[in-house]
């Protein structure tokens, strides 16, 4: 299972980007990258999947070079009620034994 | 109605009582998870089953045991509380057909153990 390396908190500000970096530098051929986000007493939430190049939906971005080795997630404008737990996960989605294992995660703080 | 379901959400025992835990899930899926997270923490993985003739282990099982009683029924039992099981406990279910990395979750059950 590659590990995952993320900062353990960031600040920013209403109407702001955020860009979380995950290091990945064991991930397999067949390894996906995954994000998930998680408010306070709440369960997490998939936001965002990606294997190479970028990614985008209603939510966020995920950027992922050439290498692999790290990713980006980017949350564009963000508010309040952005401030949450982010996790990155490494795995392989075709894979049987894959199991989800999630790190200590991003603390995003949003100040009005 | 929530697509999984976490029973009781709020628990207080005492210790050395044995309490279950129970989620179940409307979403077919075969993939069903149970995590304890602490304050401050991430979640940590206690068991997981692929489906309901298979169980594993996970990060920290010492001290639980769980059961899959059907597809969408998946229970964790901690045969003796001590005070250091206090924590927020999540069931997860995926679907290894579309994702394994796509997983939902309950809504949690805080439980305290005094």
């Known amino acids: 299972l590659a590990k995952t390396t993320q900062p353990i908190s960031m600040d920013s500000y209403e109407g702001q980007e955020v860009n979380i970096t995950c290091s990945h530098n064991?991930?397999?051929?067949?390894?996906?990258i995954t994000w998930y986000q998680q408010f306070p007493s709440q369960g997490p939430r998939f936001i965002i999947q990606?294997?190479?190049t970028k990614v985008t939906n209603e939510v966020a971005s995920l950027f992922i070079p050439a290498d692999r080795k790290s990713s980006t997630l980017s949350l564009p404008r963000v508010s309040l009620s952005d401030t949450a737990v982010y996790y990155c996960?490494?795995?392989?989605?075709?894979?049987?034994?894959?199991?989800?294992?999630f790190g200590a995660g991003t603390t995003v703080t949003v100040r009005a | 109605d929530a697509d999984v379901t976490q029973t009781p959400r709020n628990r207080i025992t005492k210790t050395g009582k044995r309490i279950m835990l129970e989620c179940s899930q409307t979403?077919?899926?075969?993939?069903m998870y149970w995590y304890r997270q602490d304050p401050g923490l991430g979640l940590r993985l206690i068991y997981y089953?692929?489906?309901?003739?298979?169980?594993n282990k996970g990060e920290i099982s010492d001290g639980y045991s769980v059961s899959r009683q059907a597809q969408a029924k998946f229970s964790l039992s901690l045969e003796s509380a001590i005070p250091n099981q206090t924590a927020l406990y999540f069931c997860?279910?995926?679907?290894?057909?579309?994702?394994?990395?796509?997983?939902?979750f309950g809504q949690g059950t805080r439980l305290t153990v005094v």
């Open positions: 997860a279910t995926s679907d290894s057909q579309v994702s394994n990395t796509e997983a939902f």
């Open positions: 064991n991930i397999a051929t067949n390894d996906y």
């Open positions: 990606g294997y190479k």
């Open positions: 996960l490494v795995g392989a989605a075709p894979s049987n034994d894959y199991k989800l294992s």
């Open positions: 979403k077919g899926h075969d993939r």
């Open positions: 089953s692929f489906d309901v003739k298979d169980i």
